[in-house]
């Protein structure tokens, strides 16, 4: 596949008068064109610094970052503000124009760049219809909901025709059936104009809810990458367990120290696989976590067993769920 967004050996040091901070380390990634990209990492992990460097918003201090091959830090002034109307950016709280009216949001980043009045209202009304806002149109952002005030600030990303939209935290200040919509908006608006989507989130359901690919940022390192399913079904970092598992308490009463983690599919749903591995084994066994995922349409189940303190009965549990060509992952630590 295409690569629109390279990212190489990006580090971004902040100096500050008593301090210095490095908000990101060594960070080596490809995007490519069409994605609907996932960043994720807890708050301060450094994920906003990283996607404030793809437009330059923020210039690191080492690496370089190539849009459809073109170095970013090699251009004029001139070539950065030309490239970034192909880089269009939403923001947790919306960055309205509070004294102007929705249409004249919209229009405004057509304005600044000389458009014609009757040219930038034609094009702000197409894109309210994209939005589904059109009867919003002489409303002020006072008058909007949140997730309405986030679509005015797509509408208005999308003005310039921009081939990567990149969207910091921008569910975050919704509610959870707001946040849907705006992230079906999201993916409807991926598959019709064939945007490159990144997503910066703290958010793991956001991520499994629309994006095709994740990385994880940790402490201002890469810590994983890849396609989601993949990360969701085999994390292999600690940062990325923590996300997946969401649940960062260890169970102190406990007395077994083996535990497993299983993911279902929608090919292992129909057999109480559980239940007929109790029966089979005639030991009991203790749920401590289960839930399922929606990843890009397409039901994930993940199930935490504690699993009977006898070694030989614990290896043969492992052994009938890895018959049935379930996912099994021994968990390290996870109750003490």
């Known amino acids: 596949m295409e690569t629109i967004i390279q990212i190489q050996n990006v580090g971004k040091t902040f100096e500050g008068k008593d301090s210095t901070v490095e908000a990101l380390k060594d960070i080596n990634l490809d995007i490519h064109k069409g994605d609907i990209y996932g960043i994720i990492g807890m708050s301060g992990a450094g994920k906003s610094t990283l996607v404030r460097c793809l437009n330059f918003l923020e210039k690191p201090t080492t690496g370089t970052v190539c849009i459809e091959g073109n170095d970013l830090s090699k251009m004029t002034d001139g070539e950065l503000r030309k490239a970034r109307t192909e880089i269009a950016m939403i923001f947790q709280h919306f960055n309205l124009l509070m004294q102007r009216t929705v249409l004249d949001n919209i229009c405004f980043p057509l304005e600044i760049t000389g458009h014609k009045k009757k040219e930038a209202r034609q094009r702000a009304k197409e894109l309210l219809e994209i939005v589904d806002l059109s009867e919003k149109a002489a409303a002020y952002p006072a008058q909007l909901s949140g997730g309405q005030k986030q679509r ?118 129909f057999e109480p696989v559980i239940g007929n591995m109790v029966l089979e084994c005639k030991a009991p066994v203790n749920i401590l976590l289960a839930d399922t995922q929606d990843i890009n349409g397409i039901a994930h189940g993940q199930m935490v067993l504690q699993l009977p303190e006898g070694e030989q009965i614990a290896d043969r549990m492992i052994h009938y769920l890895e018959e049935r060509k379930l996912t099994v992952e021994e968990l390290d630590n996870y109750v003490g």
């Open 152 to 269: 005015v600030a797509i509408a208005r990303a999308l003005a310039m025709n921009p081939k990567i939209l990149l969207c910091d935290e921008a569910t975050s200040a919704l509610d959870p059936t707001t946040t849907k919509s705006i992230l079906k908006l999201l993916k409807e608006i991926n598959q019709q104009y064939g945007i490159t989507i990144v997503i910066i989130t703290h958010e793991m359901t956001v991520v499994q809810e629309i994006c095709s690919h994740v990385a994880i940022i940790d402490y201002g390192s890469l810590a994983e990458s890849g396609t989601v399913e993949e990360v969701f079904s085999r994390p292999q970092t600690q940062a990325a367990k923590k996300l997946v598992f969401q649940d960062e308490h260890q169970y102190t009463e406990m007395k077994g120290k083996r535990c497993i983690r299983i993911v279902f599919t929608e090919n292992s749903s």
